[in-house]
T-cell receptor, first 109, second 111 residues
Framework: GQQLNQSPQSMFIQEGEDVSMNCTSSSIFNTWLWYKQDPGEGPVLLIALYKAGELTSNGRLTAQFGITRKDSFLNISASIPSDVGIYFCAGPTGNQFYFGTGTSLTVIP | EAQVTQNPRYLITVTGKKLTVTCSQNMNHEYMSWYRQDPGLGLRQIYYSMNVEVTDKGDVPEGYKVSRKEKRNFPLILESPSPNQTSLYFC??????????FGSGTRLTVV
């Protein structure tokens, strides 16, 4: 199946810092999505991207759909303690849906 | 409230004892899917269903069965569980486009 590789694997940052993470694939995706998983819960959709080059914001979150359609980026500005969790990129290929390996974010107050 | 409900949340069982994890959604979504989550591997798709009586294998279907007799329900069946199926399982549903709603997860331990 498809492999979506996320980096970094984990991040430890101070509250108030900005965060950047990315997701790369060996093949093209026509849709990129970013999910967040809080401890003990299922993932929740944060942002959806449908067009190469698209830049979309949701509050302090900004995501970009890479021009090559093989990557996507997520930025979080001015992090707060509730940003803690695992962030997943995801995308569909045909009828299947693939998730990245995840970036674990820890915010130190 | 729109939601996906999985049961049970936690399950400890022994090798070889058949079990079923139930999943139900109240959003009239056509697409439903099961995932397992393991450390360092992200979420991997086990089976998915495009509609009633339409199911297909995901990336890791071995050792699992599913059925979709009604639109709202999509149970995951382990006929003969083994320790390598110890994992965190998620059911999800979508009306399409990748906007999934996930259940709260089922943590399964097979001893």
């Amino acid at each position: 199946g498809q492999q979506l590789n996320q980096s970094p694997q984990s991040m430890f940052i101070q509250e108030g810092e900005d965060v950047s993470m990315n997701c790369t694939s060996s093949s093209i995706f026509n849709t990129w999505l970013w999910y967040k998983q809080d401890p003990g819960e299922g993932p929740v959709l944060l942002i959806a991207l449908y067009k190469a080059g698209e830049l979309t914001s949701n509050g302090r979150l900004t995501a970009q759909f890479g021009i090559t359609r093989k990557d996507s980026f997520l930025n979080i500005s001015a992090s707060i303690p509730s940003d803690v969790g695992i962030y997943f990129c995801a995308g569909p290929t045909g009828n299947q849906f693939y998730f990245g390996t995840g970036t674990s974010l820890t915010v130190i107050p | 409230e729109a939601q996906v409900t999985q049961n049970p949340r936690y399950l400890i069982t022994v090798t070889g004892k058949k079990l079923t994890v139930t999943c139900s959604q109240n959003m009239n979504h056509e697409y439903m899917s099961w995932y397992r989550q393991d450390p360092g591997l992200g979420l991997r798709q086990i089976y998915y269903s495009m509609n009633v009586e339409v199911t297909d294998k995901g990336d890791v279907p071995e050792g699992y069965k599913v059925s979709r007799k009604e639109k709202r329900n999509f149970p995951l069946i382990l006929e003969s569980p083994s320790p390598n199926q110890t994992s965190l399982y998620f059911c999800a549903s979508s009306r399409g486009g990748g906007s999934y709603t996930f259940g709260s997860g089922t943590r399964l331990t097979v001893v």
